[in-house]
Structure formats: structure tokens, C-alpha cells
């Protein structure tokens, strides 16, 4: 277990909706916080595609994924899988610290086959 304070960008994942409503708050929390107790993120769009279509292609939902910079969010964050891959952030995102927001493409069979563009 390490913990990383170099600047640093991940990705989240999460229902387009979830994120709508809560980008102008000051702090954004996904829908299992209060369960798991920190925000699941992913290094890598692969890998976050991979982990899209393990734990939510049975949600019909729309998705974005979050470029969320870690250090300006300002929020306790560390890796706690061996590869280094998935880093946790205990607390919520900042929307400031949020620097792209990109749709996530889906085949009609809902998996997961890419990421779009940056939205301005």
C-alpha cells in the first residue's frame, strides 16, 4: 500500500444523471458512498472500460467518466489494490477538481466499448 502525492489524474465512473445533479454543489458523492465509505476511481481508460463492464453493464443508465485531479481535490486518496491501478478517495470530489468530462460509448448488449470526447 502506497500513497501517492505527485499531481495525478484518474478516472471515475458514474450515471450521467447522478453526476448532473450534483456537478454545481460543492462536493460530489457517487451513489454508494455511504456504503463503501470512498469514491472508486481507475487509472486508464482500458482499465476503466474493463472495470465498467464488470460492475455496471447491467445498468441501462447513461454514463460519464470524471477526470478528476487528485491533488487539487484536495481529499485523502490511496491505492489499495497491488497494481496500482485503483486509487480510493476518502471524501468527495470536488466539481473544481473535476478537469474533463467524457461520455462512455455502450453496444446495444450495454457493454462498454470506449470513451468519447472531452465535453466544454
Known sequence: MSIEKSPHTTLHLCPAAVWNAQRNAGAYFPEAYAEDGFIHC??????????????YQDDPRE?????????????????????????????PISPAAVV?????LR?????FTGIGEFNS
Open 42 to 55: 481507475t487509472d486508464g481508460d482500458e482499465e476503466l472500460l474493463a472495470a465498467g463492464n464488470r460492475y
Open 63 to 91: 454514463f460519464v467518466v470524471l477526470s478528476v485531479d487528485l491533488t487539487a481535490n484536495g481529499e485523502h486518496w490511496i491505492y489499495e489494490d497491488p497494481g496500482q491501478i485503483f486509487p480510493h478517495i476518502y471524501g
Open 100 to 104: 474533463g468530462v467524457r461520455p462512455i
Open 107 to 111: 453496444e446495444n448488449n450495454r457493454a
